[in-house]
T-cell receptor, first 109, second 113 residues
Framework: DAKTTQPPSMDCAEGRAANLPCNHS???????VYWYRQIHSQGPQYIIH???NNETNEMASLIITEDRKSSTLILPHATLRDTAVYYC??????????FGKGNQVVVIP | NAGVTQTPKFQVLKTGQSMTLQCAQD?????MYWYRQDPGMGLRLIYY???????DKGEVPNGYNVSRLNKREFSLRLESAAPSQTSVYFC????????????FGSGTRLTVV
């Protein structure tokens, strides 16, 4: 079962930054925070991951609070192609991803 | 690179029929996984293989068998298909620790009538 909590859905304006929240109330010290997205029934796509520090790559930025109980995925300039279901996942030593229902993000023109 | 290739993309089975879903990866990954996704749900892990020669049950293994044929290939078999196995099946692979993310295939859409 997924251990993270996300809003079921949210809308974002095209061209604006999209901030996607996630709560990790039971995350343990050796678990990484991972974000994936799934565009309309395609296979999930890896976005970014982190342990304690904030991370940035060509797709997004990841902000993790100091207590690691929450994270925020930031899409800096949302486009219509970013419409997808976004999943935040805690990955521990078993290295097996457990998906929840995710956050259906719709980018609005 | 093709990444993770799944075949077939679509399949319709009658109840009781058997079939094998094929998955192959060309990234030299050690670990491979089979997930299913039902409408409105997240993915659920069926079986995984941490390395060549090993397989383990995931969250929903009943009704399925797997074979890690070699490092590249990981197949999922339905011996006697049931309507409850109607779903979209995704195969994925990762390097051993999973740290650099999983790569997923495009899925097999299976309908059991």
């Amino acid at each position: 079962d997924a251990k993270t909590t996300q809003p079921p859905s949210m809308d974002c304006a095209e061209g604006r930054a999209a901030n996607l929240p996630c709560n990790h109330s039971t995350i343990s010290g050796n678990e990484y925070v991972y974000w994936y997205r799934q565009i309309h029934s395609q296979g999930p796509q890896y976005i970014i991951h982190g342990l304690k520090n904030n991370e940035t790559n060509e797709m997004a930025s990841l902000i993790i609070t100091e207590d690691r109980k929450s994270s925020t995925l930031i899409l800096p300039h949302a486009t219509l192609r970013d419409t997808a279901v976004y999943y935040c996942i805690d990955l521990g030593g078993n290295n097996r991803l457990a998906f929840g229902k995710g956050n259906q993000v719709v980018v609005i023109p | 690179n093709a990444g993770v290739t799944q075949t077939p993309k679509f399949q319709v089975l009658k109840t009781g029929q058997s079939m094998t879903l094929q998955c192959a990866q060309d990234m030299n990954h050690n670990s491979m996984y089979w997930y299913r996704q039902d409408p409105g749900m997240g993915l659920r892990l069926i079986y995984y293989s941490a390395s060549e020669g090993t397989t383990d049950k995931g969250e929903v293994p009943n009704g399925y068998n797997v074979s890690r044929l070699n490092k590249r290939e990981f197949s999922l078999r339905l011996e006697s298909a049931a309507p409850s196995q109607t779903s979209v099946y995704f195969c994925a692979s990762s390097e051993a620790t999973g740290r650099n993310g999983y790569t997923f295939g495009s899925g097999t859409r299976l309908t059991v009538v």
